[in-house]
């Protein structure tokens, strides 16, 4: 509890120094304005109206080696490759299940904690 001791004197000299200073200056006039203005400022108006525009942007030029070089490449259509019976085949079949379901009665392992999954 030292420190709450330190800070009680130390207020107590600040506060006595307060006084001293208030009984020993002399008393002057209040402060000098030096401002002839009375309340908020007046607000300022622009007397030209400017409308901000830009120029358009140049159109960009699609011949340059850049924009050549980030094009995609055309591929040889695949399906030219694959023959008339193929592709038929390949309409014909039916379609793959890609649903992916979990399995039940076995447990996983999620973060490291192995969980049941119950199917309900």
Known sequence: MPVLAYFEVVG???AALLFVADATLE???PAIVTSDRV????????DTIRTLT????????????AVLAAQPRSEPD???KIGPAARAARAEAPPKN?????PTGRPQNLGGV?????SK
């Open 39 to 46: 309340g908020l400022p007046e607000r300022w108006h622009s």
């Open 78 to 80: 695949i399906l030219d």
């Open 54 to 65: 830009t120029a358009p942007a140049p159109a960009p030029d699609m011949t340059s080696p």
């Open 98 to 102: 890609k649903r992916v379901t979990r």
């Open 27 to 29: 008393r002057n006039s």
């Open 114 to 118: 192995l969980v049941r999954i119950r």
């Open 12 to 14: 107590f000299v600040l």
